[in-house]
Structures are given as structure tokens and as C-alpha cells.
């Protein structure tokens, strides 16, 4: 993988030699984690070239380069970058009445009108964070998608299916409360 066209995406030469010093140090690390969640090299590869374009996009957010908190910045990315991959990949694959069912599921606010605001906000801290995140921006703070999807650095897309598959979980977890 070359890195010209990363460094060509960044403005100042510190910019430029915090990347190339970031690159170096850490590129092997993202790859293996892409791999480990996509089990294929190519695929790692594309996931680990995407994550390189986030990185150069959030440059401004890195500090040491060899800090715990960079590190985990990167695994982050690179592991967002996989998951976008494999959903992507996983897509392609199923039966197309399937998938529609799956994607367009649609669970109507009503849903949750007979829980308290705080059971709510108790039940979706147990939900892992990529579903917490939108749930709370989006239902609790008025965030529309867009906005979701800016301040959680995804496409407004992934905000939605995020959104729809925590409603999902919070429904399934909610149901003894919601029926009574």
C-alpha cells in the first residue's frame, strides 16, 4: 500500500510527518485487526485503505503516536472500516426478501409510549455502544440521522440501520415492561 495519496489528502508538513510516523507505526496492527474480522486479505486491505482516509480526515485528533488513546482511536476506525466492509459484503449475499424484510423494519415511537423516559435510558445503557450512541443522540437529544451520523463520523445510512436494530434490541428487552 502506498502512502502518497494519504499524505496527498493533508495540508502542513506536520500534518504530513504525524501521519507518516502514524503510518508506519501502526499499520500492521489496523491490518490485523481488519483481518481478524474479515478473514480475508484483500478485504483487510480495503478496510485498513478506508480507515487510512478516516485517519487523514481526523488528523487533528491524534495526539502521541504511541499513546493507548491513539491506539485505540486507530482500532476504532480500522474495526468501523471492517464492520462497513463486512456488512457491505454480507449484503451481496442475502436472499433479496430477506434482506428487504430485515432492512425495512420499522418499530413506530408508540412502541415505547407506555415506558418511562428513565427505564428507557436505563434499558439502552445495557445495549452495546454502537446502538446506544444513536439511540440516545437521535431519541433522547432530537438529532435527525444526518446530524447522528456526523457526530459518530458514519454515513447517515449506517445511523439508520444502527437506529432500527437498537429499537429492535430495546423492544425485545422492553416487551415484559411494555405488556405489562
Known amino acids: 500500500?502506498?502512502?502518497?495519496?494519504?499524505?496527498?489528502?493533508?495540508?502542513?508538513?506536520?500534518?504530513?510527518?504525524?501521519?507518516?510516523?502514524l503510518y508506519d507505526e501502526h499499520r500492521d496492527l489496523m491490518f490485523y485487526r481488519a483481518l481478524k474480522i474479515l478473514n480475508n486479505?484483500?478485504?483487510?486491505?480495503?478496510?485498513?485503505?478506508?480507515?487510512?482516509?478516516?485517519?487523514?480526515?481526523?488528523?487533528?485528533?491524534?495526539?502521541?503516536?504511541?499513546?493507548?488513546?491513539?491506539?485505540?482511536?486507530?482500532?476504532?476506525?480500522?474495526?468501523?472500516?471492517?464492520?462497513?466492509?463486512?456488512?457491505?459484503?454480507?449484503?451481496?449475499?442475502?436472499?433479496?426478501?430477506?434482506?428487504?424484510?430485515?432492512?425495512?423494519?420499522?418499530?413506530?415511537?408508540?412502541?415505547?409510549e407506555h415506558i418511562s423516559r428513565q427505564v428507557l435510558a436505563d434499558e439502552i445503557l445495557q445495549l452495546p455502544k454502537i446502538y446506544r450512541e444513536v439511540l440516545y443522540l437521535h431519541g433522547f437529544f432530537d438529532y435527525t440521522l444526518p446530524e447522528t451520523a456526523r457526530l459518530l463520523d458514519i454515513s447517515t445510512e449506517t445511523a439508520k440501520k444502527r437506529l432500527q436494530r437498537g429499537r429492535a434490541m430495546l423492544l425485545k428487552k422492553t416487551r415484559g415492561i411494555y405488556h405489562g
Not at 494519504?6 to 500534518?15: P, V
Not at 491513539?70 to 466492509?85: G, K, S
Not at 457491505?88 to 415505547?112: K, V, W
Open 41 to 112: 486479505h484483500v478485504l483487510a486491505e480495503d478496510a485498513l485503505q478506508e480507515a487510512f482516509i478516516r485517519v487523514t480526515k481526523n488528523i487533528h485528533k491524534v495526539g502521541e503516536i504511541k499513546s493507548p488513546e491513539t491506539i485505540r482511536f486507530l482500532l476504532v476506525i480500522t474495526e468501523n472500516a471492517a464492520l462497513t466492509l463486512l456488512e457491505q459484503e454480507t449484503r451481496q449475499h442475502y436472499d433479496h426478501e430477506e434482506f428487504a424484510d430485515d432492512y425495512h423494519l420499522q418499530i413506530p415511537d408508540s412502541a415505547f
Open 1 to 21: 500500500m502506498l502512502i502518497y495519496p494519504y499524505l496527498a489528502l493533508l495540508d502542513t508538513d506536520e500534518e504530513k510527518s504525524k501521519f507518516q510516523e
